[in-house]
Nanobody, 124 residues
């Protein structure tokens, strides 16, 4: 059983920063990857950043150089630091966990568990 708890988010002006955190509770030990996704109404869930339990990361081109994903040593909490935010970053953000190896780390279909969505709003 896996439970993901998300916090952070909010509203900021263009150029500002926000951070998100996702805490994972697992009833057993297994290899996994965690990722951040975002979604606006009418669109599919888009991969933003991902990190595996070795610390290897993947980023969407649209956020490279602006967003940073990191995790604690116990691999139970993942953060997404979002800098130089743009209005097009406005979306509902979700944390996901994928068991085992994810062939496509930024594809939502690779993820097995999801936390609740949290709103990020960037005004111009």
């Amino acid at each position: 059983q896996v439970h993901l708890t998300v916090s952070g988010g909010g509203s900021v002006q263009s150029g500002g920063s926000l951070s998100l955190s996702c805490s994972a509770s697992k009833s057993d030990h297994f290899s996994f990857r965690m990722g951040w996704f975002r979604q606006i109404p009418g669109n599919r869930r888009e991969g933003v950043a991902s990190i595996d339990d070795y610390g290897a990361t993947d980023y969407a081109e649209s956020v490279k150089g602006r967003f940073t994903i990191s995790q604690d040593n116990a691999e139970t909490t993942v953060w997404l630091q979002m800098d130089n935010l743009k209005p097009e970053d406005t979306a509902m953000y979700y944390c996901g966990l994928s068991r085992g190896y994810a062939r496509r780390p930024l594809s939502a279909t690779e993820y097995d568990y999801w936390g609740q969505g949290i709103q990020v709003t960037v005004s111009s």
